[in-house]
């Protein structure tokens, strides 16, 4: 493997200034996640739960399950909505919320 291809530390948090050259294959292959398609959203969730926990390194936290949320919910309707060429009807049906619940994500997240 060229470690140097993967010579994304700068990238990633607590790791600036590591060269790839002290890591070994497996901590590599760690901190590359697979690609999206590859890998379930449940265990992409886990997988990225699991980093935040390593880089919280003891700190406290507070409203974790509100910070969660508003990571994954804007992508989530901006999928959605691009998915459905806009149509924000077909796209509060997919998602199970009435066009009007919808219509006020779409503007929290600035996404109309």
């Given amino acids: 493997m060229n470690r140097d291809a993967l010579n994304r530390n700068a990238e ?15 901590e590599i292959a760690d901190l590359v996640p697979p690609h999206p398609a590859e890998q379930p959203l449940r265990e992409a969730v886990e ?19 509100a910070m969660v949320m508003a ?9 959605v909505l691009e998915y459905t ?13 009435n066009r009007g619940t919808l219509r006020k994500k779409l503007k929290q997240h600035d996404l109309i």
């Fill in 47 to 65: 997988a990225a739960m699991r980093r935040y926990f390593e880089h919280l390194d003891g700190g406290t936290v507070t409203d974790l399950y």
């Fill in 71 to 79: 990571e994954v919910e804007a992508p989530l309707l901006a999928s």
């Fill in 85 to 97: 060429q806009g149509n924000q009807t077909r796209a509060a049906e997919m998602l199970g919320l």
């Fill in 12 to 26: 990633l948090p607590g790791l600036e200034g590591v060269p790839c050259a002290d890591l070994t294959e497996q």
